[in-house]
């Protein structure tokens, strides 16, 4: 996954195979991240990561995507792109998008809807300080080694609790639940859900 010949067209059939499981639950906030295909400082293909503002009411200092609550009448690629414009800078057309993953429903009450886009290499990305503290280039390559993903047992539950290892720190669910099932369907070409993967209880705040 160090080059850029043919990642496109390889996610897009990827995408195209999949076949997405929306959650129909009651209640919940509607939601939508953005998963940003670019490049690296070294020109390798990467997704962008970031960490939340510290001073954010909800979810402050954690791992994020760009991304956020729909606003009226959106839908979630419309949400997902206008999020990542406001938050990071990047702003692409909806043919960026390559597709959309499974809902992933978190403790804090969000349907939270992934989709996958086409930002390309050499894209210039700027944190907006009132929602993002750093931005990360997450090489894809580092996401189909091994010790990327970790599978956890919690006691009384048949369902792990997914962590990815990232910078030399830790990330949960609900983030590490959707960059899993980026990296298995988009990637690896592997139809793999992970909606029913468990994510800290501290994740509700």
């Known amino acids: 996954m160090d080059s850029f010949d043919g990642l496109r067209e390889r996610i897009t059939a990827n995408m195209a195979a999949f076949e997405r499981l929306p959650d129909a639950g009651e209640g919940l906030k509607a939601a939508a991240v953005a998963i940003a295909v670019t490049s690296d ?14 001073r954010l009411n909800a ?18 690629i419309t949400a997902a792109l206008r999020e990542m414009d406001e938050e990071i800078g990047v702003r692409v057309e909806p043919d960026h998008v390559l597709g959309v993953l ?38 894809l390559a580092d996401t189909l080694e091994d010790r990327f993903v970790e599978m956890l047992p919690v006691a009384g539950s048949e369902h792990p609790m997914v962590r990815i290892n990232v910078v030399d720190r830790h990330m949960h669910a609900p983030t590490a639940a959707v960059v899993y099932q980026f990296r298995e369907v988009c990637l690896a070409g592997r139809m793999t859900r992970a909606a029913h993967l ?7 705040r």
Not at 64 to 74: H, T
Request: aromatic share 10%.
């Open 198 to 204: 468990l994510a800290p209880g501290w994740t509700a």
């Open 102 to 139: 499974d809902d992933y429903v978190t403790r804090s009450g969000y349907c939270m809807t992934p989709v996958v886009v086409w930002a390309g290499p050499d894209v210039e990305a700027v944190a907006n300080p009132s929602e993002v503290a750093q931005i990360f280039r997450i090489p």
């Open 41 to 54: 400082q070294a020109g390798r293909p990467a997704f962008f990561l970031t960490r939340r503002a510290p």
């Open 59 to 76: 979810h402050s200092g954690q791992w994020a995507l760009p991304g956020g609550r729909l606003d009226p009448g959106e839908d979630a």
